[in-house]
């Protein structure tokens, strides 16, 4: 075992503070990184919070991690020292079931391994994510990030990005076809950059006009005002697939309007409970209504990959670890484009001067 420093909360009240803690050594499997920045996710506020009712503490948050490979393991063929690495939000799986065998460990049917706020495999042990100076990961948990990409905007890669390209590859989104991204956050900006890059015609879906001018720069092809009944009347029956980056229970309905025969509408930011659909809304069209999670390891590669061939990076504001509890509560405003990126360096200071 060794030692790390990180920033953890100790319960749903406190807020998040400098924290000691020891990793695991080096396994022959094992990937050893530094961790040189972290995304912030909303899911990160959510669990430090306990809004979901399953938190652990001590709690380190982050699964949005990118780094420098600074050991390996002799087993390990993937990485080497030097290496930049990244790690999502697994950091293991049964690896024995039809969904792990598969590639997609996401879905894993004896619960895949969290990268904070879960238990290791091994034990009772709590895992501890990336807002943290050091992590020590399985080789088939870490994806390889290349020199081409900007280190600080492919940290969320690791979670909005593959959130958002996982549905796209599944559903097949391509040349000519129609695309509406609902919804324009940390998910939706992302969403709306690989449908474009997949070469799809793409809508930005939302509430806010504003929001729409912000999506036009992000590559959108045009917008469509939900709340714009003429506009939405205009588009309905129009559009191949719909992924749907809501992040609160709301009101689908509507979005199945703008379906064509047989599309599709994928969730991929709601974990709470939905409104109830008009079953006529499926019925008449063959219309689908699906769930989308992350994507499994060998995926996760794929879109990093993919990223640096398009040059394709997340929209950021860098934070100091410090700023942590000032940048949840500008989550929870909607107050960040798109998402937070912490520069780990930032860590030493701050834990010195607690």
């Not at 939302?206 to 729409?212: F, L, Q």
């Amino acid at each position: 075992m060794f030692q790390c420093i990180g920033y953890a909360a100790q319960d749903a009240a406190s807020p998040l503070a400098p924290f000691s803690f020891e990793r695991r050594d080096t396994g022959p499997h094992d990937v050893h990184i530094e961790i040189l920045y972290c995304g912030v996710c909303h899911s990160d506020l959510h669990q430090a919070r306990n809004d979901w009712s399953n938190s652990l503490y001590p709690m380190v948050p982050g699964h949005e991690i990118v780094g420098r490979v600074v050991g390996v393991g002799a087993q390990v063929t993937k990485l080497k020292a030097g290496d930049y690495a990244g790690v999502g939000c697994l950091v293991d799986s049964c690896r024995e079931c039809a969904a792990c065998t598969a590639d997609l460990e996401q879905y894993c049917l004896n619960m895949p391994t969290p990268t904070y706020n879960g238990r290791e495999r091994s034990g009772e042990a709590l895992t501890f994510g990336g807002y943290s100076d050091q992590i020590v990961v399985d080789q088939r948990f870490v994806v390889k990030i290349p020199d081409t990409l900007d280190l600080k905007g492919a940290a969320p890669l690791l979670c909005a990005g593959i959130t958002t390209y996982s549905p796209l590859k599944h559903w097949k989104v391509g040349q000519g076809q129609k695309v509406g991204v609902i919804g324009l956050g940390g998910l939706g900006h992302m969403g709306v950059k690989f449908a474009k890059a997949l070469g799809a015609h793409v809508t930005m879906i939302t509430t806010s006009p504003e929001k729409g001018r912000d999506a036009l720069h992000l590559g959108a092809d045009e917008v469509l005002v939900s709340r714009d009944a003429d506009a939405m009347a205009k588009s309905a029956g129009s559009f191949d697939f719909l992924l749907n980056t809501i992040p609160v229970g709301h009101d689908m309905n509507p979005y199945l309007g703008l379906l064509k025969l047989d599309g599709a509408m994928a969730i991929v930011g709601a974990l709470t409970p939905l409104e109830p659909v008009l079953g006529a809304h499926l019925i008449m069209g063959r219309k689908s209504i699906a769930g989308s999670a992350i994507g499994g390891l060998a995926e996760t590669q794929e879109m990093i990959d993919f990223c640096a061939e398009h040059g394709i990076l997340a929209d950021i504001e860098m934070i100091a670890i410090a700023d942590i509890n000032a940048a949840y509560e500008r989550m929870l405003k909607n107050d960040v484009k798109y998402r937070f990126v912490i520069d780990m360096a930032s860590l030493k200071e701050a834990a010195a001067a607690a």
